[in-house]
């Protein structure tokens, strides 16, 4: 039997079941996907202890968009703690800029910018073979958007991370004449911005 999550076909119940949990629906609500009465039993039976669905066992889905789908329900930060990353560096930097209120009077508002360099080993993504002689490692760099608030993770490759630099790791994620920024372009850039 087929079961769909997001339009996306499973053949285990209790995959589909783990990935319910893991977005914290309640029974009731994943009863009321199910018209078939031998679903129905299972999920009344069977819902309560089911465990919410883990990243390394999303990982290990064979399909790539039923990955994908798993995936989405996870916030970056519990990727990043599932999956054992290691921070190699933080650096933190003042900022000071020019900001108007809502009677358009300008006042200065000064910040903290936060960057954060991780690496998660390729192992633990199941990179086995070629992809694991290539790439020992995936780096990415934390950081906060200063205008929303939102926190962003960047992937980074290992030359931009080689320094355990998370400020030379955020300067990579930037082009200038299709080039990546220096660790010091990007602090000249940044206090120009200042």
């Known amino acids: 039997m087929a079961y769909y999550v997001n339009r996306v076909k499973f053949e285990d119940l209790h995959i589909v079941m783990s990935i319910y949990k893991q977005q914290g629906r309640s029974k009731e609500e994943v009863l009321s996907f199910f018209s078939h009465a031998k679903n129905q039993q299972i999920v009344t039976k069977q819902y ?98 200063p205008s929303t608030d939102r926190l962003y993770y960047l992937y980074v490759p290992h030359e931009a991370a080689q320094n355990n630099d998370a400020i030379e790791a955020i300067a990579w994620t930037m082009r200038f004449n299709d080039q990546p920024l220096t660790k010091d372009q990007y602090l000249h850039l940044m206090y120009s911005e200042t």
Not at 56 to 77: D, I, T, Y
Not at 91 to 107: A, G, N, V
Not at 119 to 133: M, P
């Open 48 to 145: 309560d202890t089911v465990a919410p669905i883990q990243v390394k066992q999303a990982l290990k889905l064979a399909n790539v968009e039923q990955r994908m789908v798993v995936l989405r329900g996870f916030a970056p930060e519990i990727i990043a703690q599932q999956l054992d990353a290691t921070l190699l560096d933080s650096q933190s930097i003042k900022k000071t800029q020019t900001r108007w209120d809502k009677d358009l009077k300008p006042y200065t508002h000064t910040y903290t910018d936060t960057y954060a360099l991780y690496k998660i080993a390729s192992e633990t993504l199941g990179l086995d073979g070629f992809w694991h002689w290539r790439e020992p490692a995936i780096y990415f760099v934390k950081c906060e958007c």
